[in-house]
């Protein structure tokens, strides 16, 4: 039977791996939050690691926001980058088979045709850097492990108002007119699927970087217009403008997609079309509002959605 340590239990990510693993009997399932074990706390990832010998460990635990990384960079190579290398660390001393989710954020963006694992790296923000040294960390220490770089992450779990359709969505509870960044093109990809894939990814045998995200490509306008268009709001308008049109904290590479050819040619069937997880994201949270007797267009807690 395989014991498999999830961090970051309670992320938008965490959340939905948890269920994706529980629902295999053969597989006995930790979960750990920053207030069982702070992974940046040595001697905590020691301690916890031994309590429970998992056979692997699926870390999800990050620092994520993007922007605020600028702001705080020391924080955010804590978490990512060192509290990584505890993490691998033990798992060397203890023979655990890590799978690290990692960002399409380590390329610079320059290339126009889909990155593979195997191209350069180059990350132009402070986020980027701070997994890409995560990924150097572990390549250093550790011989069985699986890096699963995805890209543009949206899921119903843990607090997942924050994640960008639901971004979208309360803005327009304001505003008629939104405009988006229409010069920054990659693969929206989304929990529900990505999680079943890395419990697959336990089981397959072979080892370094995976791209994993969903089918088809699109910039943030695209993705903010299908949104719209599947919540049946026709009163908002979107605009698109240019990356230097909208100020933020941190550069984003102009083009990350990632080609997904690899884990094909491990006979590994590839995740939907983005288009068709957009709309099972709406499916799923119109069935969560229903259960809790809310609007359809209001967003349950992300307490609720732990349910």
């Known amino acids: 039977m395989k014991k498999v340590f999830v961090t970051g239990a309670d992320g938008m990510l965490g959340t939905e791996v948890i269920k994706s693993l529980r629902r295999d009997p053969a597989i006995s399932v930790v979960t750990s939050v920053i207030a069982d074990m702070d992974i940046t706390d040595l001697a905590a990832v020691r301690a916890s690691l031994e309590k429970h010998r998992p056979t692997h460990l699926i870390h999800c635990a990050a620092f994520t926001f993007v922007d605020t990384a600028e702001k705080e960079p020391l924080r955010a190579f804590e978490i990512n980058a060192e509290g990584t290398k505890n993490l691998a660390f033990f798992c060397r001393e203890m023979d655990i088979e890590l799978i690290y989710l990692s960002t399409d954020y380590v390329f610079s963006g320059d290339k126009r045709d889909p990155y593979v694992e195997s191209d350069p790296t180059g990350p132009i923000n402070v986020y980027g850097k ?95 217009k299908e949104i719209f268009r599947i919540a049946g709001r026709n009163d908002v308008t979107v605009h698109p403008i240019l990356s230097d049109q909208f100020r933020s904290a941190a550069r984003r590479p102009t083009y990350s997609v990632m080609s997904c050819k690899r884990i094909e040619q491990l006979g590994l069937r590839p995740l939907p079309d983005w288009r068709a997880s957009l709309r099972e994201y709406f499916r799923r949270r119109e069935l969560v509002a229903q259960n809790l007797n809310l609007p359809p267009q209001v967003a349950p807690s992300p307490q609720a959605m732990r349910l």
């Open 130 to 224: 701070s997994k890409l040294l995560g990924e150097t960390y572990i390549q250093a220490l550790l011989e069985k492990y699986k890096i699963v770089r995805t890209s543009w992450l949206n899921g119903l779990g843990g607090d997942y108002t924050r994640n960008f359709i639901e971004t979208m969505l309360r803005i327009s509870e304001t505003r008629s007119t939104l405009s988006v960044v229409n010069d920054q093109t990659g693969r929206a990809t989304f929990t529900f699927d990505l999680a079943p894939m890395l419990v697959t990814l336990l089981d397959v045998n072979a080892y370094g970087v995976f791209h994993v995200a969903n089918g088809g490509t699109c910039t943030w306008y695209e993705l903010a």
